[in-house]
């Protein structure tokens, strides 16, 4: 099964130097391992201690409960996306969020490619099939997005089809808005290193080789195509009423603490501990293309 992916040797540019890349070397390169955490600018030293997270993420699940309860009851509903480039730890993030609640009233959409009568569909339909009804929570694990990102640098959608889509979200976005729904646009940004260490993960893991795929693959050399289409994407598609949230991703237990936290403070349900939810940590969760630069 692990040798179905093939062998994978690239050669990179890292910060000037020239570095080799063998996705099937069982060994990790020292140059990935040394600057993984720090890479893309990331601002800690160290990972955020194990028990500190459990601790703290425990809490942020029962605030997380209280809000099914509260949506049930008010009727609301709220809807979240998570992007960001392959290994960036959107699945992840999703379980801590998702992991108690009721699986009658939360749901996780991934969707595969499109069927031949999705592929002939008004692009956002078979997104919007997915949308929460009352009191439901619905979680996105890649969304309309791809169009603006795996698509365009993959060459599955026209140049005419890119820009029509850019020009059409802010559109779909204040429906979204204007309908009610509770709506929250998170990328996760993780520096080269560390994509390339969990890549490596995943290559040597028997229990995450599932999550290797071709594209992760054919990602390897295309690091600048999706920073252009991430960074045109946030420009143009930041908005007011709909922005973005940037999570640097680099440390899972972070980046998972402050998403659920940045859900969790924009809400008046009832019984919120806001000392139990703590305040976001401005180094790791911002809005909108700027918390990049």
Known sequence: MVDAIGSRAVNL??????MRFD???PLLPSWIEESALKSGGYPYDDRMDKEKYEKQLEKLQIELVKVQFWLKATGKRLMALFEGRDAAGKGGTIFSVHAYLNPRSARVVALS???ETEAGQWYFQRYIAHFPTSGEIVLFDRSWY???GVEPVMGFCTPEQYKDFLKAVPRFE???FDEGIIFHKFW???GREMQLKRFHERRHDPLKIWKLSPMDIAALNKWDDYTGKRDV???KTHEKETPWTIVRA???RRARINVIRQILLGLDYEGKDKQAIGEIDDKILGLGPKFLK
Do not use: F, Q, S, V
């Not at 540019?13 to 020239?18: E, S």
């Open 13 to 18: 540019d890292i910060n000037g130097k020239l």
């Open 23 to 25: 996705i099937d070397d």
């Open 113 to 115: 490619k499109p069927t």
């Open 146 to 148: 791809n169009r603006a």
């Open 174 to 176: 204040d429906t979204i």
């Open 188 to 190: 996760l940004d993780i």
């Open 233 to 235: 994407m946030l420009d």
């Open 250 to 252: 680099n440390d899972k």
